[in-house]
């Protein structure tokens, strides 16, 4: 299906620019439209009734040429589940969870990869190129493996380090930055031969826009009465809009009464602050007090976006706590099953919340999309399991476990400390200087990780000059122990 490139703020049609986001005359950001009277013809419910699950049997809706040879992992057409025991503990009887976590990856940001990596395969790009803080390297690294093409990933040392993992054994090129904000402006500059994936290009964002094809099949082309999306960049929230608006084009649904909810971390919510000031674009967040980085972004690159999506549905957007956001990832354990990252649980937090505050009625019929799966992000399983029955012999596993492989890098980086407390990365210059081990910085901090879990280091805060507060490591008496005994051994 031939499809078009426009301009979101002056309405201007662009053309003869091979990757655009931004229009060239207004700067607003480009998305792709399609001739949607044709396509009222030639789709009907029937005939995709008759295509099995995926992403790609919306082909019709998706910027592809004729010629092009899908790169797939399998990723959409993902479970859309009843969640009959999550809803009795909520008060609410119709909710519905979007698991996104079945995808290749583990995340909903595979949908606009496939179509990105599509498009440089099929255009004889090299290789690809992104800025990430973790998801979106560990799908291109994924996909690029796939099309046989080169990856390099610009992200920062704050990278959890599941997600940095599954882009390593990928065989993709990691480059440290500083901040997020150096790593885009990086990719500002030509590759040639290289295609830059973006979470705002226009090629992108009509991947991710399948979620909401696929609720609204499932569901019986009945839309539900509200969406409930997790809101970083902006970009899903606003193309799950974007979804309905074209299904209710060509007559696939009957109208498009569903109303957007977004979802931000307190603290850092520019989207939830706009909306209550009335402003058209976002504002730039002051503070950061949030761990979770998939909705706590300061300045959403999508932000205008969003906020036209979420005043069209009549739509509202909530700043949520760590702490319920904690309490909602392992309720939706408990209660379905999926285990998800906390901001993608963070709908079900947001989705209690609201049914305090009356915004959604306990009759609505309501879809929490759960974008990315828990165990991308280690630290939180340990923060979940914090104080509880098993927290205990878990770390006697652990410990156990390190007793019996304690190598030589963890034997050298307990000699340093031994000499006195050190920040991770003054750790890494005497490991790879003084002692002349080839060690990259995230293996170096999984061997921190994995000492302290297992109680021979353990971390203290120390205040800076700029009063911000850095980690410290410190070796214990059982650090001490365990280098005595392997002294004597």
């Not at 479970?79 to 809803?87: H, T, W």
């Not at 099309?147 to 090129?173: D, H, S, W």
Request: aromatic share 6%; with cysteine.
């Amino acid at each position: 299906m031939k499809f078009r490139l426009s301009c979101t703020g002056c309405g201007r049609r662009i053309e003869g620019i091979e990757n655009p986001i931004r229009c060239p005359s207004c700067g607003s950001q480009a998305l792709i439209d399609y001739d949607y009277d044709q396509l009222s013809f030639v789709v009907s419910r029937e005939k995709l009734a008759k295509t099995p699950p995926s992403m790609w049997k919306y082909s019709f809706f998706l910027p592809l040429m004729e010629s092009d040879l899908i790169v797939s992992l399998g990723e959409g057409g993902t479970f859309l589940q009843k969640a009959e025991r999550l809803g009795e503990e909520l008060g609410i009887r119709n909710l519905y969870l979007k698991n996104e976590t079945i995808n290749p990856t583990g995340s909903f940001l595979d949908r606009g990869v496939s179509v990105e990596v599509t498009r440089a395969k099929n255009r004889g790009y090299r290789g690809v190129k992104c800025a990430s803080r973790g998801n979106l390297g560990a799908s291109a690294a994924a996909y690029s493996a796939k099309a046989g093409l080169g990856c390099t990933i610009y992200t920062t040392l704050g990278i959890e380090l599941g997600k940095l993992y599954q882009a390593i054994v990928c065989g993709a090129e990691i480059s440290f930055v500083k901040t997020y904000d150096d790593a885009i402006r990086i990719l500002e500059r030509p590759y040639k031969g290289w295609y830059v994936i973006s979470v705002t290009s226009p090629f992108f964002l009509e991947g991710i826009k399948t979620t909401g094809y696929e609720v609204c099949e499932q569901l019986g082309w009945a839309p539900p009465e509200f969406f409930i999306v997790p809101v970083g960049e902006g970009g899903h929230l606003s193309m799950v809009w974007k979804a309905l608006r074209e299904l209710n084009n060509i007559g696939l649904i009957d109208d498009t009464h569903s109303r957007m909810l977004g979802v931000q971390a307190k603290g850092c919510s520019p989207i939830v602050d706009a909306l209550r000031k009335n402003l058209d674009k976002p504002v730039k967040s002051k503070e950061l007090g949030m761990t979770f980085h998939d909705i706590a972004v300061r300045q959403p690159m999508l932000g205008e976006l969003c906020l036209k999506a979420l005043r069209e549905s009549n739509g509202c957007a909530l700043a949520v706590s760590e702490k319920r956001i904690l309490e909602a990832t392992r309720l939706l354990a408990k209660c379905e099953g999926i285990f998800a990252e906390p901001a993608a649980a963070s709908t079900v937090a947001a989705l209690k919340v609201a049914l305090e505050d009356g915004i959604v009625e306990r009759s609505d019929r309501v879809v929490c999309i759960i974008t990315g799966a828990g165990l991308k992000d280690p630290a939180t399983i340990k923060g979940l399991i914090k104080r509880s029955a098993v927290e205990a012999p878990i770390a006697l596993v652990l410990a156990s476990s390190l007793d019996s492989r304690l190598g030589r890098t963890k034997r050298l980086i307990l000699k340093i400390l031994q000499r006195h407390p050190s920040h991770g990365y003054l750790l890494w210059k005497a490991l790879t200087q003084e002692f002349g081990l080839s060690i990259t910085l995230p293996s170096m901090y999984q061997h921190l990780q994995e000492l302290t879990a297992a109680g021979m280091v353990m971390i203290a805060n120390e205040r800076g000059p700029s009063e911000r507060k850095k980690k410290v490591y410190v070796l214990t008496r059982k650090g001490e122990a365990a280098l005595s005994s392997e002294l004597t051994a």
